[in-house]
């Protein structure tokens, strides 16, 4: 599977191999004879092609930074696994509660727009204060519980606007 | 492997104002280990100085090769018993490196009542040696101790005996141990040298023998001087009892350093890579553990600041979702993780038992990151099975045959700690974060349980009890069950290997499995699940 690379809004899938002559970049418009070399200091001498220039390289994690001809380019490493996983991402309608509980405290409304992973809700069961969070980003259609309510398991206590 | 996502923001004022609080807790934790550490009376300082010995920590300065880390056990043990006459128990134990091997210590601290073993002396140096038996570390004694505590020897003798066995038991298995005899080595004390490979002994201040001068006299009559009785040149003269003398403790260590760097470097198993730091800034765990364990954090979080490159291959991701399991590599060595995300439910208990097998499928050692209040209660899951289904959890870590090693992070409440392999459960080793509450039922439910029970008591006694005797029990009751379900109660009483800064964690995890590497995993044979 080849190696996926986001450049500002697009994803570039690329792989390397060893080439006749030396490594060959595999791209979406075909071979492309290519060479990284350390120069000290984070300097490289990139050679792609007929090109050949000098650039400063400097990664953390998945992000790499290249400074090229007066320019910074920022490129994102994605796992494969992450770009296709994501794809075929839907999200649910609602947040349920996990466990029967009593709510201790609801923190939007209806109309509010939530981000994934942000707080809905704090129920307390079993000794455990639970947050309930977004599962997906969204508009808040209806709130159904209210502090101190007991609610089921699989209670839906907030439910999302239909995507549009 | 992917890296896990953070959904924490560490500017938030949130989680900053929850660093705070976490971090001053960390901060009470180890000024409290530091004052169980060092502080001694002026006098029994003095004394040793009089003496010409060296304090313990400073003995293990020079045992321990320079830069290199030393993951003392049992740090806080006894330091609210005994009128605070046994800090520590008496006794230092931990897993350091001497000469480049990896060894367990055991060394006694003789700047408190001449370094007495206190009823909680002897089960620290035995559990000292459980852990070097069960990881085939080689010992090395720092003998010099006055003996078994005399106003309380009975809480010593059956225990005692213990250390011994457990000594006899790593030759047996060919584990090598070396003991420099510092101080006078009395009694069953006499036997930790003597069971020891290599014996090492000071002359002037070491001695040893069954019964000293004083004894002897009122037994037979007959006088005699310590160094005539059990000294060095005696011992390694006349008697064979011990190997070298030698005329200081500094040139006994060093001896000791020598002997150890002969002895063979064992092989490593399990599946080792290039170790890689957590991509996310592991000090981020302060703002992430919230200080009262009725917060609910999300355990992925912790995984995150933990685990090689946060990279955390999640297994069921879906299914189960209150208890988190999946692989990474921790100081390169691959890891089963189970980690508490809420209460435990049929479908996560399951989900625990497959992954306890898969773990053993493939002999990869195992992480509990406990967070528990339990095991779900109620009709409905109880029709469901939920016992039975704990009980598959209990029984597939019985049969597992990998190391396991467990962390309490924050609450360690009813059955979940047995189900998520509390020290019942033969974890290698078992730490505790400073800020946990562990105990058979939550400070709150424990503390109004036993208030109930009393005021009963109290009501049937004395009707007439005050509005404020009353108040009075609630608050003494209360107060008792905070601190007897504090993880520094629990870690006194050594009912776990140590309270960590969650900081230190990875690293003592690290040593954990290096050690563990030592043996080979044992094929799995598990009892009958109930279906």
Known sequence: ?164 | MRRIQTAIDPKAAAFRDNAARMQAVVADFKALQERVRHERPQRDIERLRRQNKLLVRERLDLLLDPGTPFLELSSIAAYDQFNGEAPGANVISGIGVVSGREVMIHADDSSNKGGAWYPLSAPKIVRALEIAIENRLPVVHLCDSAGGYLEDLSGVYVMGGRVFRHQCILSKLGVPQVAVVLGHCTAGGAYVPALCEHTIMVRGTGAVFLGGPPLVKAATGEEVTVEALGGADMHTTVSGTADYAVDSEAEGIALARELVAGFSQPRKHFDWADAEAPYYDPRELYGILPVDYKVQFDMREVIARMVDGSRFQEYQPGYGVTLICGWARLWGCKVGILGNNGVLFSDSSLKAAHFIQLCNQIGTPMIFLQNTTGYMIGRTYEERGITKDGAKMLMAQAGSEVPKFTVVTSGAFGAGYYGMCGRSWDPRLIFSWPQAKMGVMGPEQAGNTLADVKLRQLRRERPDASDEEVAELRRRTREKSERETSTLWFSARMQDDGVLDPLDTRNALGIALSCAANVPVAEPRYGVFRM
């Open chain 1, 1 to 164: 599977m080849k190696k996926i690379f986001r450049l500002g809004e697009t994803e570039h899938a690329c792989s390397l191999r060893r080439g006749a002559e030396g490594m060959v970049l595999e791209t979406e418009t075909g071979p492309l004879p290519c060479a990284l070399q350390p120069l000290g200091a984070a300097r490289y001498r990139i050679s792609a092609g007929e090109e050949q220039a000098e650039a400063l390289i400097a990664r953390h994690g998945e992000r790499i930074w290249v400074r090229l001809r007066g320019r910074t380019h920022v490129i994102d490493a994605v796992d494969p696994l992450d770009a296709l996983a994501a794809a075929g991402h839907h999200g649910g309608d609602g947040a349920q509660a996990p466990m029967p509980g009593t709510i201790v405290s609801v923190l939007v409304q209806p109309g509010a727009e939530v981000k994934a992973g942000q707080d809905l809700v704090v129920m307390e069961s079993m000794k455990l204060e639970v947050t309930i969070r977004a599962p997906h980003d969204g508009r808040i259609a209806a709130v159904h519980c209210a502090p101190g309510d007991q609610v089921p398991l699989k209670f839906t206590l907030v439910s999302f606007e239909a995507a549009t």
